[in-house]
């Protein structure tokens, strides 16, 4: 997944609370004494945030400390680490860092020193042991894109833990669309002379997944249309998928990628499954993989497998569902005839007794296409009322777009849907390098000239 895909996930499912900095004791931040109150009170600044803290020695107003919480309360008590005994102004980021290192007894090295001033400057507080165990992770990772998942880990509070990480990073991170991950993964294994038959049963299986998952693709891409000019259009075919039958759709994909494999494995332990259920359970994506795991296979073979089961399992660690809200990600693979990377789908519902609230949701693909190349469309849904957004670079007119909003009209009004806008939003090359993907989401009108149909 490039960059652009990451910034959907790390700017959708931000929850982190920037006012109130959460403390335990014996972790670690960054301040700056703004004030010095009675009683030995100070005001201290937290990443932009103030916090009234009670310190065991004075401190001096405007100087940057490094803290320790020695004891949590409403008033937390801090012990200082260490300072840079120079006014605010003059101090060096990494001077700073490298002294709280030294301190801690930590190494010097590139990624410590990346990793506490990453740390530093988000304002979120760490522990020795988490710069030791992260540091671990992140040398087998971009330093960049590691940092993100890390503090996403801790904003979720996930455990620290490698799986839990390399599954997130491996999701955002892919380098190559999975389906394509899946048909090298094959082709190794047919390669294989000395394969076993179970390993040449589970290849047979995992060759018969491919085909499934290309087949579900390709009943996305040509969602009802009935022309085959039009289903070209792989942006507007997916846009004209009726959200009604989305959930079908979601199910579909899931089933087949084995994203619901552990809640089956659960439910078959506690004999609230049947046998031939889990039986075929078995046979998705997800379980082959894991089955591939346990044989005696070539290393490099190995290695991508695991990969493989370390992105399904991100999509799985990403999902969000409590009482009031389901939100999620779902990577759906686009043969490579269509597009050039898996697309991208983020769906956010109200959580209707465990169900999906079809009356109130949104849902927004992200596409590498062909011919259009970046793509982003966004369906918004309130009371069954919806508005659809496409973001991409190419300039379409409303005579272009008159037939495929009558024929995406027509198909909603089928299921009880009434569709309120469309609005096809272009962008220059020049604005589209000054903005990123979040900006795309959060101020979609800004700066930009588009068609907006209204109906």
């Known amino acids: 997944m490039n960059t652009i895909q990451s910034q959907i996930l790390f700017n959708s499912f931000e929850i982190y609370d920037r006012k ?68 605010k102004s003059l101090v060096h980021p990494e001077q700073s860092v490298k002294q709280l290192l030294r301190q801690l007894g930590l190494p010097l090295t590139s990624t410590n020193i990346s990793l506490v001033s990453y740390l530093k400057d988000e304002g979120i507080p760490f522990t020795k042991t988490f710069v030791q165990t992260s540091s671990s992770f992140l040398e087998k990772t971009s330093l960049d894109q590691g940092m993100k998942v890390l503090k996403y880990m801790i904003e979720r509070k996930l455990p620290l833990n490698e799986q839990i990480f390399q599954s997130i990073y491996r999701f955002v991170s892919a380098d190559k669309p999975l389906l394509a991950e899946l048909e090298q993964i094959v082709g190794l294994l047919k390669t294989h002379s000395q394969s076993s038959p179970h390993v040449q049963k589970l290849t047979e299986r995992l060759a018969q997944i491919l085909n499934e998952l290309s087949a579900e693709s390709r009943n996305i891409e040509a969602a009802s249309l009935g022309n085959e000019k039009m289903a070209r259009s792989a942006h507007v075919a997916i846009a004209e998928q009726p959200p009604a039958s989305m959930p079908g759709v979601l199910k579909q994909l899931l089933s087949i990628l084995g994203l619901q494999h552990e809640k089956s494995v659960f ?6 499954l049947p046998e ?35 992105r399904l399992t991100g999509q799985q660690v990403l999902m969000k569902l409590d009482e009031t809200f389901i939100q999620f990600l779902l990577q759906i693979p ?11 789908l983020r769906f956010e519902s109200k959580n209707n007794n465990g169900q999906v609230d079809e009356d109130y949701c949104r849902i927004i693909f992200y596409l590498q296409l062909k011919k259009l190349r970046e793509t982003v469309i966004d369906v918004n849904i309130q009371n069954r009322i919806i508005n659809v957004t ?9 005579k272009q777009l008159s037939p495929f909003i009558s024929l995406l009209k027509q198909q909603l009004e089928l299921k009880n849907y009434t569709l309120s806008s469309v609005k096809w939003i272009s962008e220059t090359k020049a604005n589209k390098q000054k903005k990123t993907i979040s900006d795309t989401f959060l101020q979609p009108l800004a700066g930009y000239k588009g068609v907006d149909i209204k109906i």
């Open 334 to 344: 686009i043969p490579k005839e269509l597009a050039d990377d898996d697309a991208v």
């Open 276 to 310: 031939n259920r889990m039986i075929e359970q078995n046979q998705s994506l997800k379980p082959v993989l894991l089955s591939l795991l346990e044989e005696n296979i070539p290393m490099e073979t190995k290695q991508l497998v695991q990969d493989a089961v370390f």
């Open 390 to 398: 496409v973001y991409n670079e190419m300039h379409i007119s409303q």
């Open 20 to 87: 109130l900095p959460r403390f335990r004791e014996g972790q670690i931040f960054h301040g700056t004494v703004i004030k010095l109150l009675p009683n030995d009170l100070a005001l201290i600044t937290v990443s932009r945030a103030p916090v009234v803290a009670k310190l065991e020695v004075a401190l001096e107003a405007g100087q940057e400390y490094w803290f320790v919480v020695k004891k949590n309360s409403d008033t937390p008590m801090l012990q200082v680490l260490s300072s840079s005994k120079q006014p």
């Open 267 to 272: 439910q078959y332990a506690r004999q609230q």
